[in-house]
C-alpha cells in the first residue's frame, strides 16, 4: 500500500515565477492538507482539501492556490515567488468521514527561490 | 484558536537514559494531540495520538505520551533512548476529525553515548 507521494523532490526557482508541487494521497484518503515547514520552524498550515473544495484556510495569501481531482490527488501553486517562500513543502492525507484526524504525510518537496 | 509550546528546542540524552520531551498546549475546544517524528531530509512520522478516552498513550517505537488536561500537557517519554531515536519530534494539536493542525517550534533529539 503506497503511502502519500509528491513529487518533485526538490525544486530551484528565482523570484517572481510560479511553481505546481504534487501530491497523491494514501489509498483510501479523501482528504489533503498542505503544509509549509520553513527551515528551523514547524510546519504550518496552507489549506485542506476535500471533494474538490477547499474546506480550511491558514493564514497564507492569495499567491496560494491550490486544486484537487476527483482521484483525491492534489496540485499546489504558488505564484509571483518571493525569497520568502523557500522551504520544505508537505502534503498530508487523511479521511474525513468516519476517523479520528490522522494524518498522514509525504516525504516533502524542498523549494528554493532565488 | 489553538496553539503548541514546546519547550526546549534541543534535548541531549545519553544512550539508555529516560527520553522526556515538553509540550503545553491551549485549545478552546476539547483538544486531539499528536506527537510526529521527523529524520533528516524526511517527512513527518505519526508516533502517537490522543483522541478521547484512556489519557496513557502508547506509540511505536517504545514512546508513549499522558495528556493532563489540568496541566495542558502531553509530555512524550521513552524510558531507554536508543541512537536511532535522535530527530526532531513535533508536537500539534487539532480541533477534531480531519481539522489542520497546529504544531510546535519542534525539539531536536541529540542521543549520546
Known amino acids: 500500500d503506497a503511502g502519500v507521494t509528491q513529487s518533485p523532490t526538490h525544486l530551484i526557482k528565482t523570484r517572481g515565477q510560479q511553481v505546481t508541487l504534487r501530491c497523491s494521497p494514501k489509498s483510501g484518503h479523501d482528504t489533503v492538507s498542505w503544509y509549509q515547514q520553513a527551515l528551523g520552524q514547524g510546519p504550518q498550515f496552507i489549506f485542506q482539501?476535500?471533494?474538490?473544495?477547499?474546506?480550511q484556510r491558514g493564514n497564507f495569501p492569495d499567491r496560494f492556490s491550490g486544486h484537487q481531482f476527483p482521484n483525491y490527488s492534489s496540485e499546489l501553486n504558488v505564484n509571483a515567488l518571493l525569497l520568502g517562500d523557500s522551504a520544505l513543502y508537505l502534503c498530508?492525507?487523511?479521511?474525513?468521514?468516519?476517523?479520528?484526524?490522522?494524518?498522514?504525510f509525504g516525504p516533502g518537496t524542498r523549494l528554493t527561490v532565488l | 484558536a489553538q496553539s503548541v509550546t514546546q519547550l526546549g528546542s534541543h534535548v541531549s540524552v545519553s544512550e539508555g537514559a529516560l527520553v522526556l520531551l515538553r509540550c503545553n498546549y491551549s485549545s478552546s475546544v476539547p483538544p486531539y494531540l499528536f506527537w510526529y517524528v521527523q529524520y533528516p531530509n524526511q517527512g513527518l512520522q505519526l508516533l502517537l495520538k490522543y483522541t478521547t478516552g484512556a489519557t496513557l498513550v502508547k506509540g511505536i517505537n517504545g514512546f508513549e505520551a499522558e495528556f493532563k488536561k489540568s496541566e495542558t500537557s502531553f509530555h512524550l517519554t521513552k524510558p531507554s533512548a536508543h541512537m536511532s531515536d535522535a530527530a526532531e519530534y513535533f508536537c500539534a494539536v487539532s480541533a477534531g476529525t480531519a481539522s489542520k493542525l497546529t504544531f510546535g517550534t519542534g525539539t531536536r533529539l541529540q542521543v549520546t553515548l
Open positions: 482539501y476535500y471533494e474538490e473544495e477547499e474546506r
Open positions: 498530508a492525507s487523511s479521511k474525513l468521514a468516519g476517523e479520528t484526524d490522522t494524518q498522514y
